[in-house]
């Protein structure tokens, strides 16, 4: 129990707490220009992409991702160039953003291949191009063997490879790159649309027509033929937001649809004008064509797509989840430092910082329910998101109910690593894509995925209490009597916890396949997954309630449910079979092994005889926990 305390250590947990309030407070301030040009709101424009209206910012921080690995561009002296600004000399600029490092290549044999330094990470565009077509001709031939028997040098070329393609298609999205003024050529063809295609009737009906006229048409057709082929997202919006999001294009999409109504779209018109004063250094002209395009999309009821862009740009510049990365580290070091005898005012601050970083952890959440629309968990994003956030929640609970500094810890880390899991998972790019067809539910999201997921987020909560258990007895002599109890009652009611919300979400999903696929069950592996966390929970409940097993064989298997629950969670989705496709994946199975490797010597540890175990080494009186 904590020692009453008076004075200045008395408000000191509150003080170190609002100051951490405060750094989470700052970042709700919109980002500030660092130039004449309005960037922030050029990122907040909306465009279609990944099925789904998104900024212009979003765009740029998710391409950055999957080509860099970060969401900014490092500079010369220490400094950073942001992902909107790095996006737009892509488009405006490509000269310059080709001198620019972003490409990342690890594997020495790859960058062999591409005659590069060893001793570097990143590399400019104009330090690869040279070699490009070599690494085309061995992507082509990686493309043909499976990614999961792939070697470190394939899975290399073939990221570079898609890499540089993404790096393309975005450079040619708002204009060819290689046009200098791309509102005077707009002009141009927009004057030579008519003569061109009267004469291209001619020429087919075998009339005379002016061969001058048709060869500037066929021109402007197979430059534009080629920009639609490679833009990425789709900037152009139809005539009205009344229209179908398969009406909105791409610039050169749209440009081809021109040569039909002999007429140029006004979002077409807006974004050369942009990129043409962004290339002179123009901020006045950037500036007035930037605010001209956002008054036509309000004019054509484009309120709830700007809102859309705005929101998500607002949340991109929040990052509420690195901040609760931060936050429940705090926490976490600041619990174990109390455990050392420390002054009893650091719990307080380790529980009160923990709080905080769930309460932000929260909003986040939040924010990306409003933002898709859907209920917390879609994917293995979301659902690492979601994983973290329950245990933290039940750690709160066990805080506030045994004070012992336990609770704030475990949470701690909980949280700490699953938003590490997931923020390597979001490298992968948007993380807010639309829905394959059977997820496209929101009454399953609400129930099957989430109540599994509290499942998860409960097994690994008493797998990590169970590892306290073992740490602090095996290693120190702070596992006495009174603290082994506490935590064999934290882990019993979770692992209770656990094996409800894991049944009756299991259930959930054979009644969502039932409707999906025609069948209840069908051993799929996701299927079997879910079905081990069930049965291993309801045998460590099984093997309590008939004595085979007391307070450390409890916590034993529960550090084996940690196994269990990483390999139904993480480990089938790297199967590749199944018809639980949308969550496959070829990544992370390194991690993974390495996890399991650690509970197993955790679980090796627990095993030892108690002989060799310090808070039992020395003492007879307490007595010791049996298996």
């Known amino acids: 129990m904590n020692k009453p305390v008076s004075g200045w250590t008395r408000w000191l947990p509150w003080g170190i707490t609002l100051l951490l309030v405060v750094w989470v407070l700052a970042s709700l301030r919109p980002a500030r220009e660092t130039s004449d040009f309005h960037l922030r709101d050029f990122g907040q424009l909306p465009v279609l992409l990944n099925g789904r209206i998104q900024p212009m910012d979003s765009v740029a921080r998710n391409s950055l991702l999957l080509i860099r690995g970060k969401q900014s561009v490092a500079l010369e002296d220490n400094k950073t160039l942001a992902a909107t600004p790095w996006l737009i000399e892509l488009m405006a600029k490509p000269e310059d953003a080709d001198q620019r490092k972003i490409f990342r290549i690890d594997n020495i044999e790859l960058k ?27 992507a082509k031939r990686v493309d043909k063997i499976e990614a999961q028997i792939r070697t470190p040098y394939e899975k290399g070329v073939a990221k570079l490879n898609f890499s540089i393609g993404l790096y393309f298609r975005l450079k040619n999205s708002l204009r060819p790159e290689n046009a200098s003024d791309f509102q005077l050529e707009l002009e141009s063809f927009q004057a030579q649309i008519k003569p061109g295609l009267a004469a291209l009737q001619k020429s087919q009906a075998k009339e005379e027509y002016n061969e001058d006229d048709l060869q500037k048409v066929i021109t402007f057709f197979r430059r534009y033929e080629t920009l639609s082929k490679t833009g990425y997202p789709l900037v152009v919006p139809p005539a009205n937001a009344g229209l179908s999001r398969d009406d909105w294009r791409t610039v050169g999409a749209s440009l081809m649809e021109s040569m039909r109504s002999d007429s140029i779209q006004p979002a077409v018109h807006h974004y050369a004008a942009m990129l043409t004063a962004y290339g002179k250094n123009d901020a006045p002209a950037f500036n007035k064509s930037l605010a001209s395009y956002q008054s036509w999309l309000t004019q054509n009821q484009f309120t709830a797509a700007i809102s859309k862009g705005s929101r998500e740009s607002f949340f991109n510049h929040y990052q509420p989840f690195i901040k609760s990365i931060a936050l429940y580290l705090i926490a976490f070091l600041l619990g174990c430092a109390s455990w050392f005898g420390l002054a009893p005012w650091v719990n307080r601050a380790a529980f009160k910082i923990l709080a905080l970083a769930w309460l932000v952890h929260t909003s986040g959440l939040l924010f990306r329910m409003i933002l898709e629309g859907r209920p917390p968990v879609t994917n293995l994003y979301s659902s690492a998101i979601f994983v973290g956030w329950g245990s933290v929640i039940l750690g709160l609970f066990l805080e506030r109910l045994y004070k012992d500094g336990i609770g ?102 054979g009644i969502w396949a039932d409707q999906s696929w025609g069948r209840f069950w069908g051993w799929d592996p996701k299927e079997n997954g879910a079905l081990m966390i069930v049965i291993w929970m309801a045998t460590i409940l099984h093997a309590r309630w008939g004595g085979l097993i007391r307070e450390r064989g409890l916590m034993v298997m529960a550090i084996f449910g940690n196994i269990v629950t990483s390999f139904s969670w993480f480990g089938v989705n790297m199967l590749g079979v199944g018809l639980h496709n949308y969550g496959f994946m070829d990544q992370a199975f390194k991690w993974l092994m390495i996890f399991d490797a650690t509970q197993l010597l955790l679980l090796g540890l627990g095993l030892l005889p108690l002989r060799y175990w310090k808070s039992f080494a020395s003492t007879t009186k307490a007595p010791a926990p049996t298996p």
């Open 112 to 138: 062999g291949l591409l005659k590069l330094g060893e001793d570097e990470k990143h590399f400019s565009f104009n330090e690869i191009k040279n070699n490009w077509e070599e690494v085309e001709k061995q």
């Open 408 to 509: 704030t810890v475990v949470a701690g880390f909980v949280g700490f690593i699953t938003l590490v899991i997931a923020h390597n998972l979001s490298l992968d790019g948007d993380t807010m894509q639309m829905l394959v067809a059977v997820l496209d539910t929101n009454f399953w999201l609400a129930t099957h995925v989430v109540v599994v997921t509290l499942g998860y987020a409960a097994t690994y909560l008493a797998g990590f209490l169970a590892i306290v258990y073992v740490v602090r007895g095996v290693f120190t002599r702070g596992l006495t009597p009174a603290i082994s109890k506490s935590l064999s009652r934290m882990v019993y009611g979770i692992v209770c916890f656990a094996t409800l919300f894991s049944f009756v979400g299991t259930v959930l999903g």
